[in-house]
């Protein structure tokens, strides 16, 4: 197994322009984590699903965010009319069992830069 | 609410020194504990965790960490820092699964 991947690696767009980004967790892997790292900053928590279901969503996620993983495999997370403020690193995570103490396997991220 | 605090931002110390970097959460029961690391262009690599038991957790890369319920502290220690420890090293907590990570500090080595 490859580890967690994401696409793309690096993301420049418009103010205003839609982006979507891809996860591919650890197969067999039931949870998936969307964070958002800013320069500067810890990684700060979007959302998780457990399979298919998202099952918490933080504040941070506005109504312009919506995440999928409509199979319970990849995740996809889409910016819509992305916004200056919007530049960061997106850093998806897997992982088992959904237990708290588990470790969560990072991608390498997707850095997102909005002109 | 629960938050993590890396007091340090920046720490530099030389090659074959012991290092020290300190965390404090806040959270009334003892969370799950981590410390990941984060080199350029990397993802973020656990290098240990914490979650009952022992209180003195040995990790990767010659890497521990002691949980102190009295403080509310998980620092991590190195007796021998090496240069390919420059990076950026976050604390974080969990009590439901999702991680509250601390603002990082960056480690710098001299030679």
Redesign the interface.
Known sequence: DTG?SQDPRHKITKRGQNVTFRCDPISEHN?L?W?RQTL??????LT?FQNEAQL?KSRLLSDRFSAERPKGSFSTLEIQRTEQGDSAMY?C?S?GM???????F????TRLTVL | AQS?T?PDIHITVSEGASLELRCNYSYGATP?L?W?VQSP??????LL?Y?SGDTLVQGIKGFEAEFKRSQSSFNLRKPSVHWSDAAEY?C?S???????????TTLQVKP
Do not use: C, D, W
């Open positions: 967690v949870r984590y964070y500067g900053q810890g990684p700060e928590f998780y918490e850093l995570a992982t959904g237990r708290a103490y588990n470790e969560q990072f991608g390498p991220g | 993590v890396q799950y981590f990941y262009g990397q993802g973020l690599q656990l965790k979650f976050f974080a969990s009590n439901t699964g999702k991680l509250i990570f601390g603002q990082g």
